[in-house]
């Protein structure tokens, strides 16, 4: 193994570290006592986090991932909010925090360090964030509905499931 894919085996192990820690910290401004409780659910993920990407401990990154995802479902729910305008840029630090997450844990079981894996992984995260962004901006449009909007959208509900058929049938 060469010098260069050690050293990037090495920065790809940690790499969600710090996204799992900001995906604990940005539900919690401002909240108030009864929010309390989900900053120690955080601190729980991240250290879940940490022990199954360091450890490695293949089996607890699922939970990590899920406790920081309850936290933020959490969060919303004690302020009865609606996803903010951030939910996009939320889901996709999301995405690539459970994308490093994984790779880190494929880095230390010795495998190969993709950095092209790596790249693809944040282009893909920025263009959901970016197209999430987009659809909650369009939702937002103050437009009439109607016959046209109607099918347009069983159209879509249908094309949807057909995906969806197609991904369990492989």
Known sequence: ???????????????????????????L????????????????????????VALPWPAVLPWALGLLAVEYLAALALRQAPPASTAPV???????????????????QGLGPWVGRVLAVAALAAAGAALGSLLLAAAALPVSGGAPLTALGVAAAVAAAACLAWLVRR
């Open 1 to 27: 193994m060469t010098a260069g894919r050690s050293l990037t085996r090495l920065a790809v192990v940690p790499a969600g570290l710090p996204v799992a820690v900001a995906l604990a910290v940005v539900p």
């Open 29 to 52: 401004p401002g909240s108030g006592l009864a929010l309390r409780p989900l900053g120690f659910l955080g601190a729980v993920a991240v250290v879940a986090y940490g022990a199954a």
């Open 90 to 108: 939320y889901a996709a630090a999301y995405f690539l925090c459970a994308e490093l997450g994984w790779l880190g844990l494929e880095a230390r």
